[in-house]
């Protein structure tokens, strides 16, 4: 049998705007029953669990499952900014593929406030205060007043812009795209069709990069369950799906080369790479995808990281329409982290479920007909890149 670990239940609660969300441990609990239920397993079968969030006291993880029930299992709590559930997924997938346990819990969750993001602790160094001092002295002509995620994700976007000459209207097209999938997503918050045009015209937080091309800040909860093959077969799961590939990586001194490396660029290629090389496959096999788009540029910087096109290909890439249905890969079929919302905890997770859904056969209007590989992209600045794949088993 292969060690390669299993996932058996998914399940993610519909992401709400801050102030109209639940408290996190009932939207927690909720993900976790529901990727239960979906494993058709109970939580006595699970032997570890693994909670990721980033907004929150220490144990958070613990208050959430003791809803679910008190089984004096091994509960940790992790935070990697905007890549925590897929942290939460590493581990989970670790633990399992080690032979430490057949069952594992990957959650994550995430109580948001509105607005853009900011540290909770100011008496202390700012954990990602580097990339802001590299980013000025990279290309001081830049704005340095914009609240932090904007200016990091909107100064690689405008490098990405005067390095290859493309047209800014890119970043809007990925909107337009996105949100057009988002339309077929129940869990999506953000439905309503864009234009390019209403995109552009929005208003402008940095230069390339307007309001629609950025996230909102949501709450949440996901969760996955991840067993081993044999666990899978005892239990007569019959529509597992395989973690065929994952990598963590974390930054380089590469990273401090330029503000498309800043934001995780080359992160992204080596964890990419790793996780072809263990899957044997490459980026031509991918049917689909869902990439970590908290700006588009972000986005199109992640088609070329992940080899889903060249270098400096990205904009024959959109104009192609290889980026949705009827082209080379379908990216972000939930309408990703623009329509669907990015609890930070949650995202990995949530990131993972649709993959799921769409293996499985089971994506609804947004199906991928077909698909068969699935690739996963989760990105926190900080920093830390997960990239997962997954296979039918």
């Given amino acids: 049998m292969s060690n390669k670990a299993r996932i058996i239940g998914v399940n993610m609660v519909k992401f709400a705007k801050p102030g109209s969300h639940e408290p996190y441990e009932v939207m927690g609990a909720k993900a976790i029953r529901g990727a239960l239920e979906d494993a058709g397993i109970g939580y ?8 990721g969030y980033v ?13 679910v029930g008190m089984s004096g299992i091994p509960v940790f709590n992790l935070t990697n900014y905007c890549a925590s559930g897929s942290s939460a997924l590493f581990l989970a997938r670790q633990a399992v593929e080690a032979g430490v346990v057949e069952c594992a819990l990957a959650f994550g969750f995430e109580e948001m406030k509105p607005g853009a993001l900011a540290s909770a602790w100011s008496d202390r160094t700012l954990p990602v205060g580097w990339i802001y001092e590299c980013q ?3 290309a001081p002509e830049l704005p340095q007043d914009a609240p932090r995620a904007i200016k990091a994700f909107g100064s690689a976007g405008w490098e990405y812009i005067n390095r290859y000459g493309a047209n800014p ?9 996105s949100r057009n999938h988002a339309m077929n997503n129940p869990y999506a918050l953000f439905t309503k069709p864009l234009t390019v045009e209403e995109v552009m015209g929005a ?7 307007t309001r629609l091309m950025a996230c909102p800040p949501t709450c949440g909860a996901a969760a996955a369950i991840v067993c081993s093959e044999a666990f899978a077969r005892r239990h007569g799961i019959t529509n597992a ?6 990598a963590m990586t974390t930054d380089t001194e590469a990273s401090k080369t330029d503000l498309i490396n800043l934001v995780g660029a080359d992160m992204t290629r080596r964890a990419a790479r790793q996780v072809y090389e263990q899957a044997g496959v490459g980026p031509e096999d991918v049917d689909v995808v869902e990439l970590h788009d908290c700006f588009t540029p972000n986005e ?6 992940l080899g889903l096109c060249p270098e400096g290909g990205a904009e024959k890439f959109i104009n192609d329409g290889d980026n949705t249905y009827g082209g080379k890969y379908v990216v972000n079929p939930s309408g990703g982290l623009m329509s669907k919302g990015h609890p930070l905890g949650a995202t990995g997770l949530a990131q993972c479920t649709e993959l799921v859904w769409h293996l499985r056969g089971t994506a609804g209007k947004r ?18 890149c997960v990239v997962t794949m997954y296979q039918r088993a």
């Fill in 136 to 138: 000025q002295k990279l």
């Fill in 169 to 177: 209207d890119i970043f809007a097209k990925v909107a337009v795209k």
């Fill in 203 to 209: 208003t402008q937080m940095y230069p390339y990069l």
């Fill in 300 to 305: 199109v910087i992640s088609y070329e990281g």
């Fill in 241 to 246: 799906i395989e973690i065929a590939g994952q």
């Fill in 55 to 67: 907004y929150g006291d220490s144990a958070c993880g613990q208050r959430t499952v003791y809803d």
């Fill in 44 to 51: 006595d079968e699970v032997q570890q669990a693994f909670a």
């Fill in 367 to 384: 199906q991928v007909e077909g698909a068969r590989v699935a690739l996963q992209h989760n990105i926190g600045l900080g920093g830390a």
